[in-house]
């Protein structure tokens, strides 16, 4: 998500520049909403990439003070043209236009959704971010702090958000703190929201700091002012995974630059698996940070073994798992200068479902690799997850259904290492009691039971499987 408060500026390529820093966030629709201070906003979806989505046209249609955008990678509501955001809705008092861009998961969506369409409420989609927004406009005419109260105290999940009145811009995060969210000023007035960092930095705007969990920033022509709608919790659930994989590593998340925890997590990868090889890589590009720092850490040389191809994107990204399969052998291509004949270790940040690692390695040893050594710099990946990653369901999930030698085989490493949890805390810096590693512990922040007594009713009736499985992600 980005947001832009510029009187005077080309807010609408400024968002386009800014979702274009995001777009590893997601592939599968985009979107961006302009408001020029009157009654109606400007708006343009699509599903795609950024500069699939956007052209000259859009850009120059897209006028105003203030825009907020968003790319779409879906977890809940499937991968389709009607998810699209940023959401618009009316205010049902007021009938001013609110535009959301949301980026986690909530967990009470199906209560809320029967509960909102008793109260005469009819969605456009089938996204859990449209229930924030409808419920924004149903919140009592009162100050921002009282209709923030009200939104906040009815959804449970995690809900980083980016909002726009015609006059105003709110970054909002959820009081657990899961996803990234961040805000800068601009110059001359200006503010920039942005979930990560890096998407600030490529337009030469200065970080202010993190949006706080449970925090509102409000952005408006008198300028910045913070509010926090709901009690403070005692604990954060900031998800291990931003550090691990979905971040990019020139963004911060919790004060800390995802690079050299990535780093650290490889090093600490290094103490716990330690083998005999000639050589380290990594699985380009999340895991080359910490195959850097297991090379440094084991005194084993580092090596690009891999080289992978830029224009393919994020394989797993695709909602399809045989455009997935296909996109991994597409994707990267072996050096056999540099492998022939060598006991490697291959560094990759995680394994989910196991499609990619078994082909990673095979290219390995076609390349002429002796040994392959497997080492994932994070935990095994054993429960799904309800705050807006997409892991898949429990029974995809290789972790949780196959041993540890089970793994190796159906890899066909040599040996297997992964990161243990308490070893992948040390290495983030944060405190374990603000942290959330529910995909590698089952134990989640807040209760998700409903959803996990679905979850396994659905797998034992496969009807209601088919059902499930194309409500979480739009593919049967
Ligand atoms: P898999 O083939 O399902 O085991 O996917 C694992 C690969 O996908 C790893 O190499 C990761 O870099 C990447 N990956 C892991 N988790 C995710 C995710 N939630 N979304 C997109 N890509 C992921």
Redesign the pocket.
């Known amino acids: 998500m980005f947001g832009v408060f510029g009187p005077g500026e080309d807010v609408a390529r400024l968002t386009f520049y800014g979702l274009y820093a995001l777009q590893h966030r997601g592939q599968e629709s985009a979107g961006i909403a302009t408001s020029n201070g009157s009654e109606s906003f400007g708006l343009r979806t699509g599903m795609g990439l950024v500069s699939q989505v956007f052209d000259e046209e859009d850009l120059a249609f897209l006028r105003g003070q203030i825009a907020i955008g968003h790319t779409r990678?879906s977890t809940a509501g499937g991968s389709l043209a009607c998810n699209a955001q940023p959401i618009l809705v009316r205010d049902r008092e007021t009938g001013e236009q609110i535009a959301l861009a949301h980026n986690g998961n909530l967990t009470n969506a199906d209560v809320l959704r029967e509960d909102l369409e008793a109260q005469g409420v009819r969605f456009e989609s089938t996204a859990d971010s449209e229930l924030i927004a409808h419920l924004l406009a149903m919140a009592p005419a009162g100050t921002w702090e009282e209709k923030f109260h009200y939104v906040m105290r009815r959804i449970e999940g995690a809900y980083s958000l980016v909002i726009m009145t015609k006059d105003v811009l709110f970054g909002v995060r959820d009081p657990l703190g899961v996803r990234p969210l961040c805000f800068g000023r601009l110059g001359n007035g200006g503010w920039v929201v942005a979930s990560e960092s890096c998407a600030l930095e490529h337009l030469g705007v200065r970080m202010e700091r993190e949006v706080r969990a449970g925090e509102v920033v409000q952005i408006d022509g008198s300028g910045m002012r913070s509010f926090s709608p709901v009690a403070p919790l005692a604990k954060r659930a900031a998800c291990t995974?931003e550090y691990?994989?979905?971040a990019r590593p020139d963004s911060q998340f919790m004060g800390k630059l995802i690079y050299p925890v990535r780093e650290e997590m490889g090093a600490q990868l290094a103490r716990e698996h330690h083998v005999e090889a000639d050589l380290v890589i990594g699985?380009p590009d999340?895991?080359i940070p910490a195959a850097i720092g297991y090379a440094r850490e084991a005194g084993i040389p580092y090596r690009e073994g891999l080289v992978k191809n830029r224009y393919v994107g994020?394989?797993?990204?695709q909602p399809d798992q045989r455009i997935?399969a296909a996109g991994?052998s597409l994707k990267f291509n072996a050096l056999g200068d540099v492998l022939r004949g060598k006991r490697v270790v291959v560094v990759?940040?995680?394994?989910?479902?196991?499609?990619?690692?078994p082909?990673?390695i095979q290219l390995l040893r076609n390349a002429g690799a002796t040994e392959v050594h497997m080492r994932f710099a994070s935990p095994p990946?054993i429960s799904p997850?309800f705050f807006g990653?997409?892991?898949?369901t429990k029974s995809?999930l290789?972790a949780a259904n196959k041993t540890l030698d089970e793994i190796c085989a159906h890899i066909g490493a040599d040996s297997l290492g992964y990161l243990s949890v308490e070893g992948l805390n040390a290495a983030t810096g944060q405190s374990a009691n603000d942290l959330c590693n529910a995909c590698f512990t089952g134990v989640y922040p807040i209760n998700v039971q409903l959803e996990m007594d679905d979850m396994s009713a659905a797998r034992r009736d496969p009807v209601l499987a088919a059902a499930d499985s194309l409500n979480r992600s739009g593919r049967p």
């Open positions: 990678y995974f691990i994989y979905f699985v999340s895991a994020r394989t797993f990204i997935r991994v990759d940040d995680s394994i989910v479902r196991g499609t990619t690692t082909r990673v990946i997850c990653v997409d892991m898949a995809e290789i």
